[in-house]
């Protein structure tokens, strides 16, 4: 993902008319711009910023989670969900390829002192289900405690099959592992699999969504779950500097992100397979 991040930001005396690196690049539109400009605001450190809660709420209902917590990004709201999920000295098992470990600057063992045991990723984006049962630690004092298998969905672009994620979601709960999922391209994948948000989320115990790549939200991210786990979350998004204050601004955008971006996100990908062909 870091291959253009040094490219010049000056590009408009190369005839450059679309920026295509990443859809991270995505500006607010006009009416998302409204939206945040009329934002009704609260102080969001003691939870009374009223669009942030709804779009907490709204997130949660809509993936069938009891609660959300909105973080100023991906990797920050990744990093609150390892450390909800894992004390210091467990592990967490992941792809070697995958963002938590390949782009998070070892964020979790770094704030956390969890262990991260990063498995080869396969063609299609996937783990192998034998290679999750077989990277559990045993009952062993010389090693950590596997507590956690966190997982992507899209991957490179590939959004991964619901059998093929159930597959690596039923080795991980046969395991006795919790799961989370990176999920920062989550509604690239349900359109492209043609399933509901639900239908994949239901897998995972912690799921993190990003706003600010292809629905064109300008921050945030947000983490739904089980309530005790969000609550610790909570806590340690606070530690971690991601406690803002009149943030309903940025949550404005989300909300505005979900109820008018999600659907149009089958436009993006037919036009990139357009592109992919010519």
Known sequence: MNQYAGMSQDRADVGVICDLRSDTVTRPDEAMRQAMASAEVGDDVYGEDPQVNRLEATLAERLGKEAGLFLPTGTQSNLAAL?????????IITGRDYHVFKYEAAGASVLGGIALDPLPVQPGGTLSPDAI???????????????????????NGQAIPLADVRAMTDAGRAAGLSLHLDGARFFNAVGALGCSGPHLAVMFDTLSICLSKGLGAPVGSVLVGPSDLIAR???WRKMLG????????????????LEHNVDRLTEDHARAEFLAKA
Do not use: I, Y
Request: charged fraction near 20%; hydrophobic fraction near 35%; proline fraction near 4%.
């Open 233 to 235: 979350a909570r806590c």
């Open 242 to 257: 991601g406690g803002m204050r009149q943030s309903g601004v940025l949550a404005a955008a989300g909300l505005w992100a």
């Open 83 to 91: 450390l909800a999920h894992c004390g210091r000295g467990e592990e």
């Open 133 to 155: 049962t077989s990277a559990v630690k045993p009952d062993d004092s010389h090693m950590p405690v596997s507590r956690l298998l966190s997982l992507e969905n899209t991957h």
